[in-house]
């Protein structure tokens, strides 16, 4: 494969986990208790830590993959 479509497919991929991450932090954002919906469990025991904590995380993955993303589309239009 060459270079530049290894390129397009790395920013493809990147693309689509930027969308899953933010996608998360939405969801938790919108239905903090999606976590005792989905699993009938409350890892917490109801106190909401859990998914202020999963909100945090996905929040910088999605900041560190939109960057990501953003710093190979820049690289490949360098090199085209």
């Known amino acids: 494969m060459n270079t530049?479509?290894?390129?397009k497919v790395?920013?493809?991929i990147e693309a689509v986990l930027t969308t899953l991450s933010a996608v998360a932090?939405?969801?938790?954002?919108?239905?903090?208790d999606w976590i005792e919906r989905l699993?009938?469990?409350?890892?917490?025991?109801?106190?909401g830590?859990?998914?202020?904590?999963f909100t945090a995380v996905a929040c910088v993955v999605?900041?560190?993959?939109?960057?990501l993303t953003a710093w190979e589309w820049r690289r490949l239009r360098a090199a085209v």
């Open 4 to 7: 530049a479509r290894a390129r």
């Open 10 to 12: 790395r920013i493809a």
């Open 25 to 32: 932090l939405v969801l938790t954002l919108v239905m903090p």
């Open 39 to 47: 699993t009938g469990e409350s890892p917490d025991g109801g106190s």
């Open 49 to 53: 830590e859990t998914e202020w904590l």
């Open 62 to 67: 999605t900041l560190l993959f939109a960057a």
